[in-house]
């Protein structure tokens, strides 16, 4: 079974500087998806960034990128220019390509950002 | 796009009585859709997987029979807490999954917070 780990429970980041959020998981599949939501303080889920296992090149949004190992399995997020709208929980979660569509999410990391 | 939404987003009720969430996918048709629970600073839990028109599968350990799953369209899903009590008080958080979903993403809808008392 597949699994996802998040050993950072919480990080600090000062304003306008740069973060990394680390991510780990566990499959012997060869494709899947890896995914980090944001869950700020109102509890909704929001995507922040998708990466595909088949890609070699790391997926970017804006301020947001990841670092995909896929030998080491591992998905790190890195946010630049930090901002203080950018404090929030960070999950990331695992799809296989088969099955049930369904995500394996790890425990979380909260991020404080200091003004 | 890929709004999700939920009602109510917040409901009080009495120990025994039976509560009903709505989730609904506003601007997409969605093919799965999933229910998720969440305790304070904790992650999302999986309860069940539902598509439309068939019955929904629901991870190990959680009560079929308490939470009841109902897949009725390709927009709408519910979940109904049947005798509650204060222990099923939580988070409740639906997510669609469109058909034919880029990398199979789910989109969140902005939670249901259940107090039973």
């Known amino acids: 079974a597949q699994t996802v780990t998040q050993s950072q429970p919480e990080m600090s980041v000062q304003e306008a500087e740069t973060v990394t959020l680390s991510c780990t998981y566990d499959?012997?599949?060869?494709?899947?998806?890896l995914f980090w939501y944001k869950q700020p303080p109102s509890r909704q889920m929001i995507l922040v960034i998708r990466q595909e296992a088949y890609k070699q090149q790391n997926a970017t949004e804006n301020r947001f990128s990841v670092n995909f190992q896929k030998a080491a399995k591992s998905f790190s997020l890195k946010i630049s220019d930090s901002q203080l709208g950018d404090a929030a929980m960070y999950f990331c979660a695992y799809r296989s390509t088969s099955g049930t569509y369904k995500y394996i999410f790890g425990t979380g990391t909260r991020l404080k950002v200091l003004a | 796009g890929a709004v999700v939404s939920q009602h109510p987003s917040w409901v009080i009720c009495k120990s025994g009585t039976s509560v009903k969430i709505e989730c609904r996918s506003l601007d997409f048709q969605a093919t799965t859709m999933f229910w998720y629970r969440q305790f304070p600073k904790q992650s999302l839990m999986l309860m069940a997987t539902s598509n439309e028109g068939s019955k929904a599968t629901y991870e190990q350990g959680v009560e079929k029979d308490k939470f009841l799953i109902n897949h009725a369209s390709l927009t709408l899903s519910t979940l109904t807490v049947t005798s509650a009590h204060p222990e099923d008080s939580s988070f409740y958080i639906c997510?669609?999954?469109?058909?034919?979903?880029?990398?199979?993403?789910?989109?969140f809808g902005p939670g249901t917070r259940l107090l039973v008392l």
């Open positions: 499959t012997s599949e060869s494709d899947y998806y």
């Open positions: 997510s669609a999954r469109p058909g034919g979903a880029v990398g199979g993403t789910q989109y």
